[in-house]
């Protein structure tokens, strides 16, 4: 079975600019989730997609959203890209109401 | 407001030796779940052991084992058996299903175990 796959590996932007990561479930998985894990520290919950529709999003200003598409894979945006955005960006993904989150290898976003 | 700390940012350990790496929580809430998660260099969160606020007896994974204390709110992880592959970052986690999302995970800081030959 495959698992969590995210892309790119690595990004590196400026400041100002567009961000947009890519992320892909576990087959017959319908949630997924993603966080930020900026250097040194823990990881901070971002967003939950699941069955299409955003059910819950952690402290973040409104230039970090998302979209889950029909195939369950998920886009995250960050827009007007600040310094302190870069961090490792991890996708995680579950059957609905289960509670193992299964997590992908991450996108490292540099902000320059 | 739920809140996960964990007070030991490295820890080092022989190699075949056990460690055990600690975790404490804070909620109101009484239904709850408690997670370690490894990262190793990587990147990648490795699942590792899970424990639900009512399942009476510890739960076991193997080499892991979660030292659950309820009226501690401690939910300490031990590793028996200590391998040099164990050496990674390993977070507590928890979920609080009335907390506006059924599966929002709540993070430690991590506590980074190197494993010594």
């Known amino acids: 079975e495959a698992g969590v796959t995210q892309s790119p590996t690595h990004l590196i932007k400026t400041r100002g600019q567009q961000a947009t990561l890519r992320c892909s479930p576990i087959s017959g998985h319908t949630s997924v989730y993603w966080y930020q894990q900026a250097l040194g520290l823990g990881l901070q919950f971002l967003l939950w997609y699941d069955e299409g529709e955003e059910r819950n999003r952690g402290n973040f200003p409104p230039r970090f959203s998302g979209r889950q598409f029909p195939n369950y894979s998920s886009e995250l945006n960050v827009n007007a890209l600040e310094l302190e955005d870069s961090a490792l960006y991890l996708c995680?993904?579950?059957?609905?109401?289960?509670?193992?989150?299964?997590f992908g290898p991450g996108t490292r976003l540099t902000v320059t | 407001a739920q809140k996960i700390t964990q007070t030991q940012p490295g820890m080092f350990v022989q190699e075949k030796e056990a460690v055990t790496l600690d975790c404490t929580y804070d909620t109101s809430d009484p239904s709850y779940g408690l997670f370690w998660y490894k990262q190793p260099s990587s990147g990648e969160m490795i699942f590792l052991i899970y424990?639900?606020?009512?399942?009476?007896q510890n739960a076991t994974e193997g080499r892991y084992s979660l030292n659950f204390q309820k009226a501690r709110k401690s939910a300490n992880l031990v590793i028996s058996a200590s391998q040099l592959g164990d050496s990674a970052m390993y977070f507590c986690a928890m979920r609080v299903p009335r907390d506006g999302g059924y599966n929002k995970l709540i993070f430690g800081a991590g506590t980074r175990l190197a494993v010594h030959p």
């Open positions: 424990q639900g606020s009512y399942d009476q």
């Open positions: 995680a993904s579950s059957r609905t109401n289960h509670y193992e989150q299964y």
